[in-house]
């Protein structure tokens, strides 16, 4: 379940924030959690080609009262769509109404015709910064959200699995 929501675009605002500041206001973000919600344990899942926000989150969650792991995202787009419809659709990930960019994003997600035509589904690369995050969070949380599906929806998930990386490999 979602429980807030930070949200910065440089586009809207046109105002672009450092590595840093976006660091700084993380911390804000989670020092807020911590005191609503008593969260312990953070995981911070960013995408891998944000080196430099992954480093100065790492050095200003150094010394906090709580854990806080930083990871690189996995961006397999497809599977991740993929596996944050699952969440929803067993209600096992659901957004609040203190989320509203992100209900905003859902409404405005969608495929690019043109991938469509050509048998493929492609997602539109604009107002997706929420989708993105909760794509992050699903794949990185995968191995505990995967538990609360039914059963035979999880045997499913690791069939398509074993599936993919067959075709992979030719």
């Known amino acids: 379940t979602g429980l807030a929501e930070y949200y910065h675009s440089g586009a809207k605002t046109g105002k672009q924030k450092s590595p840093s500041i976006y660091a700084e206001d993380l911390v804000s973000f989670m020092n807020e959690i911590h005191e609503q919600y008593e969260t312990e344990v953070f995981y911070v899942y960013l995408d891998p080609s944000a080196a430099g926000l992954q480093e100065e ?16 995202a996995e961006n397999d787009v497809a599977l991740g769509i993929s596996r944050v419809q699952k969440a929803l659709t067993f209600g096992i990930l659901t957004v609040s109404p203190m989320q509203g960019e992100a209900i905003e994003e859902f409404g405005l997600y969608e495929y690019d015709k043109k991938s469509i035509e050509k048998g493929k589904e492609v997602p539109v690369k604009e107002n997706d910064h929420c989708m993105d995050a909760i794509r992050y969070m699903c794949m990185g949380a995968w191995r505990w959200i995967k538990r609360w599906l039914p059963a035979e929806v999880e045997r499913q998930e690791e069939l398509e699995s074993v599936i993919d990386k067959e075709t992979d490999i030719e």
Not at 57 to 72: K, M, P, Q, S
């Open 57 to 72: 989150a790492r050095r200003v969650t150094r010394n906090l009262d709580y854990a806080v792991y930083i990871r690189d």
